[in-house]
């Protein structure tokens, strides 16, 4: 039996997978030893976990609403009635509102591609710049950071490096054993070659046992931990003169800002001990090699930007950038979240992150789609569902997104696409937001079809078809055209490569990349040229923007803290077997069997006080809504938080969260919200 090799659909790191199929499903997956971002190793959702692909929960058939917005039913229709009316109610709209009232959340789970199509039909055919990902909600805020003070948009290193070259690895608010486990893997394969870990987390997750040296600090106080590090680094005299003085500029701005956040100062604000921030700050300032790492516990805060900003702020002051082993590293969760972004499906930049205010920069894909582009940026997700909600956007387009579980305070993200006059989904399940549409339309999963991926380390891979798709079930792409269509405008693609060949014309960082030239290996971007070998590590040659510009910040709270009514702080997150709002995940046998339900963690002081046991059954209530999960006593949470996974539909973490907003990337505070928990008598 050969094996098709593919590129894994759950999470950013990008392994390479070998499946063998037999009659129609998939037996057995492994990979290759010399595969590049994994070595050989796989974790459990991407050995064991794409069984959902052959789930009978597939959608087959496009689904229509007959009757009333609100109480009419989605029955099954034809491809010619369900594209008929999605061409009809989008040109409506367009019509009656203007272009603006019409928006697309395209999806980071699809490939580049279909990427690259989505934000073309919203821009080129529809005429709006309302095109936007779930990476408004995961890592909006590092690439405003990163963007604003280096002039990238990526992590600058890559993943093979850490085992290889890292002398220190600083990780902070990511659970990586449980959300990235290969590079888990790498870091503990680092650890035991010598390398040292600083830990930065509140929770006690698996990497606090390979820690050097573990900052537990309370959950949204990261600004004033890492101020707290440039303190000491500054004070201190071990940052790096040569590197400052040549590639950066900012320092006198970033020293004045961080004098106040003495060890003591930080001690007090944070919890954290001042002699482990001493600690931590001697040995990332004093390692030949030190590369950070992050993951939404930086970024998903009303101050997500000035966290990542703060992380910016140690790699420029030590130099640590531009060398194997080094960088800055946010850990992207879905499978082509990196992708998504550099295809464009957001909106104030085009592909290859042109801002829409370039007027050049517009003109060059005016040229190349044969359309007049708006001159504004468009509605970020967040704002789209403000949007619904007040008028200004009438008709959704959800490709493989389901914001009606992901989004935070979802009671309001319901009540607004309720708003909407029409509702489009493409997707392969009928999600909680396929359930409330008007038009449900059935696609391809990632077993199905070409194309391409590219990882969080930069890398572009293929993706290979290896099952037949079910039912009439039509390729993103080939939906997404046929609309084009439909609504006036000549796409004739016939391939997933064909719209990849467009794609090397309008991105020059993936100029040099061919589908023949990735057939048996991936290449990471910037790859400008045929000749180009790819680009592992950034900066080699400098940075983009000239000098990396420190960004003073300074601490501020979250923006709800806990209180007599809510005297406990929820973090949401993820576990190993589970993977986002779980519709993929849960379809997959085995792991549901092994986590099952969601679970709420409790310190046991904090159930002692309230006088619940483990395993028993808890309300959890915020100022938006509340949910009943059963608890986990476990130190792994800090006194005075739980931990909530948003994988559960039957207990939404985000009917508690909290939709304040970064002001700069619009990204919600998911990882602080204040909730009350109470034991509840009904049992499990
Ligand atoms: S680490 Fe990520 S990409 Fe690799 S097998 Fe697991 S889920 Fe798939």
Not at 48 to 56: A, E, K, N, Q
Not at 549 to 566: N, S
Request: proline residues 6%.
């Amino acid at each position: 039996m050969r094996p098709v090799v593919t590129t894994c659909s759950y999470c950013g790191v990008g392994c390479t997978l070998e499946v063998r199929t037999l009659r129609g499903r998939i037996v057995k997956v492994t990979s290759p030893p010399d595969a590049p971002a994994n070595r050989g190793n796989l974790c459990v959702k991407g050995r064991f976990g794409h069984d959902y692909v052959t789930s009978p929960d597939r959608l087959t058939r496009p689904l229509v609403r007959r009757g009333d917005r609100r109480t009419g039913r989605l029955e099954p229709a034809s491809w010619e009635e369900a594209l008929d009316l999605v061409a009809r109610r989008l040109a409506s709209v367009r019509e009656r509102y203007g272009p603006g009232a019409v928006a697309g959340f395209s999806s980071a789970k699809c490939t580049n591609e279909e990427n690259y199509l989505f934000q073309k039909f919203l821009r080129a055919v529809i005429g709006t710049h309302n095109v936007d990902h779930c990476a408004r909600l995961c890592h909006a805020s590092s690439v405003v950071a990163m963007n604003l003070a280096l002039g990238a948009t990526a992590m600058t290193n890559s993943i093979g490096e850490i085992r290889d070259h890292a002398d220190v690895i600083l990780v902070t608010g990511s659970n990586t054993s449980e959300n990235h486990p290969i590079v888990a893997l790498e870091m503990k394969a680092a650890v035991a070659r010598g390398a040292r870990l600083i830990l930065i987390d509140p929770r006690e997750i698996e990497l606090a046992r390979f820690a050097t040296v573990w900052l537990r600090q309370r959950p949204g106080t990261d600004v004033a931990v890492l101020s707290g590090l440039a303190h000491v680094i500054i004070r201190d005299g071990l940052w790096n003169r040569e590197f400052v003085e040549r590639f950066t500029e900012g320092f006198e701005e970033l020293a004045a800002a961080v004098a106040h956040y003495t060890p003591q100062v930080v001690e007090a604000l944070s919890g954290v001990p001042a002699r482990d921030v001493e600690e931590a700050a001697r040995l990332y300032a004093t390692s030949p090699a030190a590369a950070i790492f992050w993951g939404m516990g930086i970024s998903q805060h009303t101050t997500g930007t000035d966290n990542a900003l703060a992380l910016v702020n140690l790699a420029l002051l030590c130099g640590q950038l531009g060398r194997p082993g080094t960088g800055l590293n946010p850990l992207r969760g879905q499978n082509n979240v990196q992708g998504a972004g550099d295809m464009g499906a957001l909106p104030h930049v085009l592909p290859g992150y042109v801002p829409v205010t370039d007027a050049e920069g517009r003109r060059r894909f005016e040229a190349l789609w044969g359309v007049r582009l708006p001159e504004a940026p468009g509605l970020t997700a967040t704002e789209v569902t403000e949007a619904a909600c007040d008028g200004r956007v009438r008709a959704l387009y959800v490709m493989g997104e389901n914001p009606a579980l992901t989004d935070a305070n979802l009671n309001h993200v319901r009540h607004c696409l309720e708003q909407l006059e029409f509702l489009v989904v493409q997707d392969i399940f009928l999600t909680e937001t396929a359930a409330m549409a008007d038009v449900v339309l059935p696609a391809w999963s990632w077993a199905e079809k070409d194309g391409t991926f590219t990882s969080t380390e930069r890398r572009v891979q293929r993706v290979r078809r290896f099952l037949d798709p079910p039912g009439e079930a039509r390729a993103d792409w080939d939906i997404l055209s046929d609309l084009a269509r439909r609504l006036g405008s000549d796409w004739r693609y016939d391939s997933a490569e064909a719209i990849f060949e467009e794609i090397r014309r309008a991105v020059p960082a993936y100029a040099g990349i061919t589908y023949a030239r990735i057939e048996e290996r991936g290449l990471q971007w910037p790859c400008p040229a045929e000749d180009h070998p790819g680009t592992p590590y950034l900066f080699a040659g400098g940075l983009p923007r000239g000098r990396g510009r420190f960004h003073p910040v300074g601490y501020l709270d979250p923006a709800e803290l806990p209180d007599d009514e809510f005297p406990l702080i929820l973090i949401t997150g993820r576990v190993l077997y589970h993977w986002h709002g779980g519709v993929i995940s849960r379809r997959s046998a085995g792991l549901n069997e092994i986590y099952p339900e969601a679970l709420v963690e409790l310190h046991p002081d904090d159930a002692a006080r309230l006088g619940v046991h483990d395993g028993q059954m808890v309300r959890v209530r915020s100022r938006r809504g509340e949910v009943t999960a059963a608890a986990r006593v476990t130190e792994r949470s800090r006194p005075g938080s739980v931990f909530l996974t948003f994988h559960f539909a039957e207990a939404a973490a985000n009917l508690l969260t909290n939709d304040a907003l970064d002001p700069r990337a619009r990204i919600p505070e998911f990882k602080v919200a204040a909730v009350a928990v109470e034991a509840v008598a009904r049992s499990r």
